[in-house]
């Protein structure tokens, strides 16, 4: 079974605070994603990866930003939280090729306070 | 752009009767279609994909899904709902990056 896991189920940091979400997979997909997740408005991407060291915007990218050093291991990065990034955030990753099914972590559910 | 709407928040159904889940997409080309469900506190998992040849796809837990190219369409079906089947379903389109509508969320009464 494709595993994918997330740092974390639940974090709680204060405003101003540095944030990294790690996801890391272990079906050697190429791509690798990070979406939030909010009630009424679905999932929305954030940034995604095809390869190590490469990084696409998605539709929400302001306020984060990603490292991808190794194939398997994608990060998120909140480099000053603020309140309005309490949400949850949910990793994917997929083959380059195929059927591009995506498949997901558990998710991390953050608080900024 | 693609894009995916989802036009039900949320759908009450008995518990053994039939579902549809409305989907319609925006897409440029041919697209690739599918349907995720998220239990309360799970991640999402896949329940069909479409990409090409017949368009009645069958998927797991025993959901179907319609692809009608004319309406722009992926609608879900299951004949009889199940209890375990209350859940958040999230419709997508996409090849690599993948877009995902709002969600609907299933209510199954007894």
């Known amino acids: 079974d494709v595993k994918v896991t997330q740092s974390s189920r639940y974090l709680v940091k204060r405003t101003g605070e540095k944030v990294f979400l790690e996801c890391v997979q272990d079906m050697d997909h190429e791509n690798m994603f990070w979406y939030r997740q909010d009630p009424g408005l679905g999932l929305r991407l954030i940034y995604f990866s095809y390869d190590v060291k490469m990084k696409e915007k998605g539709d929400i990218p302001e306020g984060y930003s990603v490292s991808r050093e190794k194939k398997e291991r994608f990060s998120l990065i909140l480099e000053s939280a603020s309140t309005n990034q309490t949400s949850m955030y949910l990793c994917a990753s997929s083959f380059f090729e195929g059927s591009y099914e995506q498949y997901f972590g558990p998710g991390t559910r953050l608080t900024v306070t | 752009a693609q894009s995916v709407t989802q036009p039900d928040i949320h759908i009450t159904v008995s518990e053994g009767a039939s579902l549809e889940l409305r989907c319609n997409y925006s897409?440029?080309?041919?697209?690739?279609l599918f349907w995720y469900v998220q239990s309360p506190g799970q991640g999402l998992q896949l329940l069909l994909k479409y990409f090409s040849g017949d368009t009645l796809v069958q998927g797991i837990k025993g959901f179907e899904a319609e692809f009608k190219r004319s309406q722009s369409s992926f609608n879900l079906r299951k004949p009889s709902v199940h209890w375990s089947d209350a859940a958040e379903y999230f419709c997508?389109?996409?090849?690599?990056?993948?877009?995902f509508g709002a969600g609907t969320r299933l209510t199954v009464k007894p």
């Open positions: 897409y440029g080309a041919t697209p690739y």
């Open positions: 997508a389109v996409g090849v690599g990056d993948m877009r």
